[in-house]
């Protein structure tokens, strides 16, 4: 079965700090990773996805993440917080090619809370 | 504007009462979800849908029901069999099912018992 582990609960920073974020997963065939966004009050957002060509992919409001398929791993990074990045973070990942997988799994999430 | 709409936001239930959750779509998706999210938990897939009149069973389906009579639509009754029903509930969609296209949601019903 496939499993998301999101390594931190609970992150807190200062605006202008770097992020990043940990998501492991456990599957052994080919993947298609997301990072979705949960902003207070507001409904969860993808923010980015990888699913072939150039492991580097770049989302919204100057994420990134970065599949390392030898770790297993999809961090997601942000050279600079701000503010309004205040949200939880969720990691998924579905497995197979073709949309013959529809099973999308969810890590726990990460709360990020940046201070100004 | 295209989206999901989930509605009541809040609902609240009595002990032994069955609530349905509305989810409509205007996308034209044709798979849709039902996401339990807790606190900590992340979120774990309910019941999924492909197409009209089939649907599947996810990791927590127990005390849950699901209907998908029309496209647009993606019903979710908790039933008085669920013992632990007080959670955020996500319905999403997509244009098909699993692959690399992503899901989209709605914004969520917040569910307590009295």
């Known amino acids: 079965a496939q499993s998301v582990s999101q390594h931190n609960h609970h992150v807190i920073l200062s605006e202008a700090a770097s992020l990043e974020l940990g998501c492991n997963y456990s599957y052994g065939g080919t993947v298609n990773l997301f990072w979705y966004v949960q902003y207070p009050g507001q409904h969860l957002q993808l923010l980015l996805k990888y699913f072939s060509g150039d492991p580097l992919v770049k989302g919204i409001k100057g994420f990134e993440a970065e599949f390392i398929k030898s770790k297993f791993s999809f961090n997601l990074r942000k050279p600079s917080v701000q503010w309004s990045d205040t949200a939880e973070y969720f990691c998924a990942v579905n497995g197979g090619s073709g949309g013959s997988n529809y099973k999308l799994t969810f890590g726990k999430g990460t709360l990020l809370t940046v201070n100004p | 504007d295209g989206g999901i709409t989930q509605s009541p936001k809040y609902l609240f239930r009595k002990e032994g009462q069955n609530v349905t959750l509305s989810c409509e779509q205007n996308l034209n998706h044709d798979a849709m979800y039902w996401y339990r999210q807790d606190p900590g938990q992340g979120l774990r897939l309910i019941y999924y849908?492909?197409?009209?009149?089939?649907?599947q069973k996810g990791d927590i389906a127990e005390g849950y029901s699901v209907s998908r009579e029309k496209k647009e639509s993606f019903p979710l009754t908790v039933t008085s069999a669920q013992k632990n029903p007080t959670a955020f509930y996500l319905c999403?969609?997509?244009?098909?099912?699993?692959?690399?296209?992503?899901?989209?949601f709605g914004d969520g019903t917040r569910l307590s018992i009295l």
């Open positions: 999403a969609s997509s244009i098909r099912q699993g692959g690399h296209q992503p899901q989209h």
């Open positions: 849908s492909q197409i009209v009149n089939d649907f």
